[in-house]
C-alpha cells in the first residue's frame, strides 16, 4: 500500500513534530501539502499540550520550492480568484507558539521563504537557501521579498533575488539567515532538544515574546516599545511569572502551570 500523505505528523512530549514528505518532488510545495501544513499548525496551536512546534523535510530537501508542475499552467483569474500562497500558506502566520524550521538540503523558493516564516530556523551543514525565482521569470511570492530584507538586510537580500545566488549553511548563518548551524547527522536531535528546552517555558509568556519580537518587524520603534511594554505588564497577571520570580528567588526549579 503507498502512502501518498504529503506531511507526517508526531508528537515527543510538550513538542509538535511535522515532516513534510513528497521525497519524488524534493517536498516541492502544491495545494495538498500546504493545507495540510497548516491543519498540522492550526491543530498543535490549539492543543495545550504542545509548547513548540517544529517543521522539517528530508536530508536532501527541507522544500525545493513552490510546486512549479503544479503552478506552470495557472492563469491570474486561477490565482487571483484561488488566492493563491495567501488561501493556505499564510496559516503560518496565525500560529501563536514557537515555530522552528529544522532545514538540511535545498530550502528554495517557497521552501526557503517556509523556512523564512518560522521563529527559528536551524539549519544542518548541508542546508542551501536561495531564491531562484528569478530563473523562472517569477518572483519570490511567499514573503521572501518582505521577509528576506528585514532578515539580511537589502544588499543581500537584493543579491539572492535579483541573481538567484545561493547561500550555504554558514555564509546563512553569517549573514543572519539561519540561528543555529548543526552538523547534519544531529539536525533533528538538537532541534527536538531546542524545541523541548523551550516548550518548558511557560506557555502565555513564550506567546508574548514571540508577539513582541514579531511586532518589531512590522511596526516603528515607538510603536514596538509600546507593545512591549505592555506585553511586559501583562506578565505580571500570569501566575506562571510570579512563580518563575520566587522560584529563582527560592533557589529551585519553577513549576510552570503555563498559565
Ligand atoms: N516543483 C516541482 N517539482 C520539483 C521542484 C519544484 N519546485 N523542485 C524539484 N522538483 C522535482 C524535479 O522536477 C524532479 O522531478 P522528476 O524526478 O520527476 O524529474 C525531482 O523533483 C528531483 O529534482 P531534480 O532532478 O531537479 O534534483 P537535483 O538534485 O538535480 O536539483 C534542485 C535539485 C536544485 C533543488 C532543483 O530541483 C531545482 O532547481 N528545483 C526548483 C527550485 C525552484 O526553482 N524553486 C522555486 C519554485 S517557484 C516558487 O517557490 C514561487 C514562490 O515564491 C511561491
Not at 517544529?54 to 536532501?60: C, D, L, P
Not at 514557537?98 to 527559528?120: H, Q, S
Amino acid at each position: 500500500m503507498t502512502d501518498d500523505r504529503p506531511l507526517r505528523v508526531e508528537t515527543q512530549g510538550r513538542v509538535g513534530l511535522i515532516t513534510l514528505h513528497r521525497p519524488q518532488q524534493l517536498n516541492a510545495l502544491n495545494d495538498a501539502l500546504m493545507d495540510a501544513l497548516g491543519e498540522a499548525l492550526l491543530a498543535f496551536d490549539a492543543d495545550p499540550g504542545i509548547g513548540a512546534i517544529v517543521i522539517t523535510g528530508s536530508e536532501k530537501a527541507f522544500a525545493a520550492g513552490a510546486d512549479i508542475e503544479a503552478m506552470a499552467d495557472l492563469t491570474f483569474m486561477d490565482v487571483t480568484q484561488g488566492q493563491f500562497i495567501t488561501r493556505n500558506w499564510e496559516t503560518i502566520r496565525s500560529v501563536r507558539k514557537p515555530v522552528i524550521a529544522a532545514v538540511a538540503g535545498y530550502a528554495m523558493g517557497g521552501g526557503c521563504e517556509l523556512a523564512l516564516a518560522c521563529d527559528v530556523i536551524v539549519a544542518a551543514e548541508s542546508a542551501r537557501f536561495a531564491l531562484p525565482e528569478i530563473k523562472l521569470a517569477m518572483l519570490p511570492g511567499a514573503g521572501g521579498t518582505q521577509r528576506l530584507p528585514r532578515a539580511i538586510g537589502k544588499a543581500k537580500a537584493m543579491d539572492m533575488c535579483l541573481s538567484a545566488r545561493m547561500l550555504d549553511a554558514q555564509e546563512a548563518d553569517r549573514y543572519g539567515l539561519v540561528s543555529r548551524v548543526v552538523p547534519d547527522a544531529e539536525l533533528l536531535e538538537r532541534t527536538l532538544v531546542l524545541a523541548t528546552q523551550i516548550a518548558a517555558f511557560s506557555l502565555p509568556a513564550l506567546v508574548a515574546i514571540k508577539e513582541s519580537v514579531n511586532r518589531a518587524w512590522e511596526s516603528p520603534l515607538t510603536e514596538g516599545i509600546l507593545f512591549e511594554r505592555r506585553a511586559l505588564y501583562g506578565r505580571f497577571a500570569s501566575s506562571d511569572a510570579h512563580e518563575g520570580m520566587h522560584a529563582f528567588l527560592d533557589k529551585r526549579k519553577p513549576a510552570f502551570a503555563h498559565r
